[in-house]
């Protein structure tokens, strides 16, 4: 009864840890995920401000 139960735990257990790795490796991908993110925001940040300052100098009257 007693080996029945430890193998019950133990089964138990591994579904356990297994699915702490899951998890881990999903939290893993999504902050992985999130800091690509995050950069092509800041490059699309940067590329919005340099077309600004372009239309800025485009728009003066001596260019036109």
């Known amino acids: 009864m007693f080996a029945r139960f430890n193998l019950m735990l133990a089964f138990l257990l591994v579904i356990c840890a ?3 790795v899951t998890s881990q490796h999903r939290a893993r ?12 925001a800041v490059e699309h940040e940067v590329r919005w401000n340099q077309l600004q ?3 800025t100098e485009l728009a003066k009257a001596s260019l036109i």
């Not at 999130?34 to 092509?40: F, I, S, V, Y």
């Open 18 to 20: 297994l699915g702490l």
């Open 29 to 40: 991908k999504l902050f992985i995920d999130l800091e690509r993110a995050q950069t092509h």
């Open 53 to 55: 300052v372009e239309q």
